[in-house]
């Protein structure tokens, strides 16, 4: 019991982000057979390093695995870790979709926010930040973060899809069965239409843990094509920041921040 709270303790101080912490869904394996389990962490952190934190239901709107048979909701409880820990539910790509709960942070500062924007490709926002009238020091963001992660059951035949997540990327190619000799392919969907020109972050993580990152853009049509190598673990990333429509710092978030991310490993 002692442990299960302090393991509760650490993810509600995990949820709490520094303003350019990735979210992401970690399994233990990307490929299981039949009848095997499909078992994954909750991860934050940057650069693909981060602890893995329990499961809390009241930061969890949406867990569920979707797969060639049909969707299976994951019901959780209160303290597991690893979040998911299931029987694999059929065979074919099980694609793992989680979507957080409505969470803010403080900025302490304009250079803190302003590390943020500029790391996610928002840095406009600054300027449009002092045209709003807004304070430069303790003002609040809202965020929301919607996570996919690929897992190769058996066969591993299957196609990603659109799941109906306010921000997601969607794996046009199977990475598990389909040739990637030309490169992964991703797009990226906001509001239900392709996200053209917007910024992608690969993280690529070696067997020996070295990571390296990335950027690109999207095409016109939302589309990212990126090169991939066998045996590497791949993160990839893509964040929305709005404003709010308030005006007063007092009252509550003046912006608001929408994460994608997908995870995936290419066999060897």
């Known amino acids: 019991m002692f442990m299960r709270l302090a393991s509760l303790a650490m993810c509600l101080s995990a949820a709490l982000p520094a303003a350019a912490h990735e979210f992401w869904i970690s399994p233990d394996a990307y490929a299981v057979p039949v009848g095997g389990t499909l ?53 074919g790509l099980n694609v793992v979709v989680h979507q957080t709960g409505e969470l803010s942070l403080t900025y302490k500062d304009m250079a803190q926010f302003r590390r ?37 059951v058996g ?13 997601e990327i969607v794996a046009v190619k199977n990475p598990y069965v389909d040739d990637l000799s030309g490169g992964m392919v991703v797009d990226v969907i906001y509001d239900g239409a392709a996200r053209a020109d917007a910024q992608v972050e690969i993280l690529d993580k ?25 045996g590497h673990e791949y993160l990839v990333d893509s964040v929305v920041v709005r404003a709010e429509p308030n005006e007063d710092a007092e009252a509550g978030p003046v912006w608001r921040s929408l994460w994608a991310s997908l995870t995936f490993r290419v066999p060897e």
């Open 39 to 91: 078992s994954a962490e909750f991860r934050v952190g940057q650069e693909f390093k981060g602890a893995g934190y329990v499961f809390v239901p009241g930061r969890s709107e949406r867990f569920e695995v979707v797969t060639p048979e049909g969707v299976v909701e994951v019901t959780p409880r209160v303290g597991d870790r690893p979040a998911l820990n299931i029987p694999a539910p059929a065979e």
């Open 116 to 152: 943020f924007i500029e790391h996610k490709d928002w840095a406009a926002l600054e300027t449009v930040h002092r045209e709003r009238g807004l304070p430069e020091e303790r003002f609040k963001e809202a965020y929301r973060r919607y996570a996919k992660s690929l897992i190769a």
């Open 155 to 167: 066969n591993a035949d299957g196609a990603d899809r659109a799941m109906g997540l306010e921000i």
């Open 206 to 230: 070696a067997p020996d843990g070295t990571v390296e990152v990335s950027q690109i853009r999207t095409d016109a049509t939302g589309r990212a094509v990126f090169p991939v190598t066998p």
